[in-house]
């Protein structure tokens, strides 16, 4: 009887309940992610963003990512930075129809590129997005080098825009 009270007493300390509110295990959702950054302002979703730096140690990257619009106004990525640099984005290809989504840089032929990055691979990279409608957000996203699945993903066009 005493062996199973014992028993009983002990059950809250091994399952890590006196960590509280901060543990890790209730934390990670918020935590930088390898496997694409995913956010939320307004009624727009960004969505898997990860930077893939440009070939060859070149000093360029590649933001790969899908914009989603939730909403039922149309939105427009106006402006971005990458790495505190203002980004490239393809002429006009900002616009988020409602209820639309907007591949950038992977099977895609619209590009938010930056020309002047100078980072290591695994490095967490900051990034803000401005949006006509949905304002301002500003997240990390992990940077990758251009190979195995990203392969061939590289800024279009190559050299900054002049």
Do not use: H, K
């Amino acid at each position: 009887m005493l062996i199973g009270a014992c028993a009983l007493a002990s059950v809250a300390l091994l399952a890590g309940c006196f960590n509280g509110p901060n543990a890790t295990t209730t934390t990670q959702s918020s935590m930088n992610s390898g496997n694409g950054t995913q956010q939320i302002v307004g009624d727009l979703r960004i969505e898997n963003a990860t930077l893939i730096n440009g070939p060859d140690g070149s000093a360029s990257g590649t933001l790969i990512t899908t914009l989603v619009n939730t909403g039922r106004e149309r939105d427009q990525l106006i402006a971005a930075t990458i790495n505190g640099v203002p980004a490239y984005i393809t002429p006009g290809a900002g616009e988020l129809a409602p209820g639309a989504a907007v591949n950038f840089g992977y099977d895609s032929d619209i590009w938010l590129n930056t020309y002047d990055l100078n980072i290591e691979s695994s490095a967490f990279v900051p990034v803000t997005m401005q949006f006509e409608r949905a304002g301002t957000t500003s997240f990390s996203v992990l940077s990758v080098p251009a190979s195995g699945y990203y392969e061939g993903i590289a800024p279009n066009p190559a050299s900054a825009p002049r």
